[in-house]
Nanobody
């Protein structure tokens, strides 16, 4: 069974840090483009950060640039999202998703991965991140 599982969410004070993990089972994550998305109550799901499968190119939404870092750990079949300097507006459910190799070949930019949710075949169940004092 092909599955993505997120972990690492929780409650943190403003200015604090969390590291989210996205672990895959049933497939090799290194061949897939990976995106982190978030959805706050009453808002649409938005792309936060994405990483390509070919050259490791990354993209960050303007709202998180400089504070979040996406990275791969291929030995553990996992992708991480390090989140520093967290703000209350970062509060949301965070999801990771995977783009299959055949579709990655048609994607021209990593930014496009973070915009078009339709390119993703697999989604995790989400992990809650709450930033509050």
């Amino acid at each position: 069974q092909l599955q993505l599982v997120e972990s690492g969410g929780g409650l943190v004070q403003p200015g604090g840090s969390l590291r989210l993990s996205c672990a895959a089972s049933g497939f090799t994550l290194g061949y897939y483009g990976i995106g982190w998305f978030r959805q706050a109550p009453g808002k649409e799901r938005e792309g936060v950060s994405c990483i390509s499968s070919s050259d490791g190119s990354t993209y960050y939404a303007d709202s998180v640039k400089g504070g979040f870092t996406i990275s791969r750990d291929n030995a553990k079949n996992t992708v991480h999202l390090q989140m520093n300097s967290l703000k209350p507006e970062d509060t949301a459910v965070y999801y990771c998703a995977a783009v299959p190799p055949h579709r990655m070949r048609r994607i021209t930019t990593v930014q496009a991965m973070c915009i078009d949710r339709n390119v993703y075949d697999y989604w995790g169940q989400g992990t809650q991140v709450t930033v509050s004092s």
